[in-house]
């Protein structure tokens, strides 16, 4: 089945102009080399053990007893496709249907018996495989790394959830992407996605809602606690035009605009204190976009 995926999604790339594709162990496999090698598309990728179509390889108490590097290979001579073992931390499987072993490089790896850098043999097919993936496997990593966890027998709802992730990372790697063509300093994942959570809660509306049910009892006094440096809102609930009305402080906080000066005022949507006197207005100032 997983075969027939990719069989399914390049019906529409041209055939013999030597398209590399590069595949995880959940779609490669012995049969899938030769299908695409047939329509004149290169592929490399690692594959599991199950689909090793009977070709028998060094086990792993053997590659371990080698060292770090060591590996094992085996070309069918008929399709010409080859198989490889390679142990680095752990044995993995590759399979391809034009990259073979050759030339063998060092890389630099950690070693942690050593506590230093060593240098560990990696045929060609490993640096092929490890140059040019990275679209699904690293696009599943930045999922897994904040995902929205849901529970409950409405399957459907992780779908969507899952989707919602995916959109988020992928707006991720374009914005990543347009600092590193203005060599401009990215944000973090998680900054970025907790700016979309806020400009969804808090763009277009009024005022902030209050969870639960409104309490009876007489609320407690204010108790003494250090004043927090309250963060500066996202660009889309900053300059949305929609609710920024100011209030009065009991306490005189600095200017979140200026810095310079001190205030009783501030904007009850952003919750920042803002200057807004006859000599200046930091309030306006700081909710109009500057072109």
Same mark, same amino acid.
């Given at each position: 089945?997983?075969?027939?995926?990719?069989?399914?999604?390049?019906?529409?790339?041209?055939?013999?102009?030597?398209?590399?594709?590069?595949?995880?162990?959940?779609?490669?496999?012995?049969?899938?080399?030769?299908?695409?090698?047939?329509?004149?598309?290169?592929?490399? %990728? $690692?594959?599991?053990?199950?689909?090793? &179509? %009977?070709?028998?390889?060094?086990?792993?108490?053997?590659?371990? *007893?080698? %060292? @770090?590097?060591?590996?094992?290979?085996?070309?069918?001579?008929?399709?010409?496709?080859?198989?490889?073992?390679?142990?680095?931390?752990? $044995?993995?499987?590759?399979?391809?249907? !034009?990259?073979?072993?050759? #030339?063998?490089?060092?890389?630099?790896?950690?070693?942690? &018996? &050593?506590?230093?850098?060593?240098?560990?043999?990696?045929?060609?097919?490993?640096?092929? !495989?490890? $140059?040019?993936?990275?679209?699904?496997?690293?696009?599943?990593?930045?999922?897994?790394? !904040?995902? $929205?966890? /849901?529970?409950?027998?409405?399957?459907?709802?992780?779908? /969507?959830?899952?989707?919602?992730?995916?959109?988020?990372?992928?707006?991720?790697?374009?914005?990543?992407?347009?600092?590193?063509?203005?060599?401009? *300093?990215?944000?973090?994942?998680?900054?970025?996605? +907790?700016?979309?959570?806020?400009?969804?809660?808090?763009?277009?509306?009024?005022?902030?809602?209050?969870?639960?049910? #409104?309490?009876?009892?007489?609320?407690?006094?204010?108790?003494?606690?250090?004043?927090?440096?309250?963060? +500066?809102?996202?660009?889309?609930?900053?300059?949305?035009?929609?609710?920024?009305?100011?209030?009065?402080?009991?306490?005189?906080? @600095? +200017?979140?605009?200026?810095?310079?000066?001190?205030?009783?005022?501030? +904007?009850?949507?952003?919750?920042?204190?803002?200057?807004?006197?006859?000599?200046?207005?930091?309030?306006?100032?700081?909710?109009?976009?500057?072109?």
């Amino acid at each position: 089945m997983s075969g027939s995926v990719v069989m399914r999604l390049v019906d529409d790339l041209p055939k013999h102009q030597n398209h590399k594709l590069f595949v995880d162990n959940w779609f490669a496999s012995y049969d899938l080399a030769v299908e695409l090698k047939k329509l004149g598309i290169c592929m490399v %990728g $690692t594959v599991r053990k199950n689909r090793l &179509a %009977g070709c028998s390889l060094q086990t792993d108490a053997s590659l371990i *007893k080698s %060292g @770090r590097g060591s590996y094992d290979y085996r070309v069918e001579t008929n399709e010409n496709i080859m198989l490889l073992k390679w142990y680095d931390n752990k $044995t993995v499987h590759l399979i391809s249907n !034009y990259k073979s072993q050759e #030339p063998i490089e060092n890389v630099r790896r950690w070693s942690v &018996a &050593a506590k230093q850098y060593v240098n560990v043999p990696r045929p060609a097919i490993v640096k092929e !495989y490890n $140059t040019l993936m990275g679209g699904v496997d690293l696009h599943d990593m930045l999922v897994e790394l !904040y995902r $929205t966890n /849901i529970k409950g027998r409405r399957f459907y709802l992780r779908i /969507i959830f899952h989707l919602i992730n995916m959109a988020c990372v992928n707006a991720w790697l374009w914005y990543r992407r347009h600092c590193d063509q203005k060599n401009e *300093k990215y944000r973090p994942l998680l900054d970025f996605v +907790c700016d979309i959570a806020a400009g969804l809660l808090k763009r277009g509306t009024n005022e902030a809602r209050k969870r639960g049910r #409104p309490s009876e009892s007489p609320k407690p006094g204010p108790s003494k606690k250090r004043v927090e440096k309250a963060p +500066c809102p996202v660009a889309d609930v900053r300059y949305d035009g929609v609710g920024h009305w100011p209030e009065h402080l009991a306490d005189k906080s @600095r +200017c979140k605009l200026c810095i310079k000066s001190y205030s009783r005022t501030k +904007c009850g949507k952003c919750n920042v204190s803002l200057c807004l006197n006859k000599e200046k207005n930091c309030f306006k100032d700081f909710h109009v976009k500057l072109l």
